[in-house]
C-alpha cells in the first residue's frame, strides 16, 4: 500500500512540475493534490487499492478543474473570464 501511495505521489509532482503557463501549473498542480487526496480518501473508505484509484480519478478529474479556473482567474487580477470566452472586469466583491 505504501509503494503504491508513493508511485502515486511521484507522478503527481512529475505531472505539477510539467506544466508551461500559470494556468497549465495550476490545472497540473489541482490535479495532483485532487488525485492525491482522492486516492486517500477512496482508500480510507474502501480499504483497498481499487478505491484508491477510483477516488485518485475522480480527485485527479475535480482537481483539474478546479486549478484550470483558479489558474485563468490569475492571469489578469481584477478580471474574470467567462463562458462565451471574453474578459470583462470583473463586479464588486469577485
Known amino acids: 500500500m ?13 505531472l505539477a512540475a510539467s506544466g508551461c503557463t500559470t494556468e497549465d501549473r495550476y490545472t497540473a498542480g489541482g490535479a ?8 486517500a ?3 480510507g473508505i474502501t480499504g483497498d487499492a481499487e478505491g484508491a484509484l477510483i ?4 480527485g485527479a478529474g475535480a482537481g ?10 490569475q492571469e489578469r487580477p481584477g478580471y474574470c473570464r467567462y463562458s462565451d470566452g471574453n ?3 470583473c463586479p464588486a466583491g469577485y
Open 55 to 58: 477516488g485518485g480519478a475522480i
Open 87 to 89: 474578459i470583462y472586469r
Open 41 to 43: 480518501i477512496g482508500a
Open 2 to 14: 505504501i509503494r503504491k501511495l508513493s508511485l502515486a505521489a511521484a507522478a503527481a509532482l512529475t
Open 64 to 73: 483539474a478543474i478546479a486549478g484550470n479556473v483558479i489558474g485563468r482567474s
Open 32 to 39: 495532483g493534490i485532487g488525485g492525491l487526496g482522492g486516492a
